[in-house]
Nanobody, 121 residues
Framework: VQLQASGGGLVQAGGSLRLSCAAS????????MGWFRQAPGKEREFVAR????????DYEDSVKGRVTISRDNAKNTVYLQMNSLKPEDTAVYYC???????????????WGHGTLVTVSS
């Protein structure tokens, strides 16, 4: 299983970025997908999750209203649209997946490599 995240970069506060995560080596529609992030000196934290057929989504409180998770099952890709970015959103962002909705936001089955998002003030 490979989860390849991309789309990170440097953006000014208030700006937007869209992260992508391309999955391979798995049956994509069997997995719920999630995004996590790890800021410098902090533990990795949950950001958002989306169910197999996009019927359910869930967000960490600090990103609600600013972040949208989506997926395109035809492309085996999950996205994270981030708007109104703040310096505290600076982190390495990781995508992950799990077959169990109850654990995708806690202990996913698979992790991808991260992509760095830096928000300047």
């Amino acid at each position: 299983v490979q989860l390849q995240a991309s789309g990170g970069g440097l953006v000014q506060a208030g700006g937007s970025l869209r992260l992508s995560c391309a999955a391979s080596g798995l049956r994509f529609t069997s997995y719920h997908m999630g995004w996590f992030r790890q800021a410098p000196g902090k533990e990795r934290e949950f950001v958002a999750r989306i169910s197999r057929l996009s019927s359910s989504t869930d967000y960490e409180d600090s990103v609600k209203g600013r972040v949208t998770i989506s997926r395109d099952n035809a492309k085996n890709t999950v996205y994270l649209q981030m708007n109104s970015l703040k310096p505290e959103d600076t982190a390495v962002y990781y995508c992950a997946c799990a077959v169990d909705w109850l654990v995708v936001h806690r202990t996913p089955d698979y992790w991808g490599h991260g992509t760095l998002v830096t928000v300047s003030s």
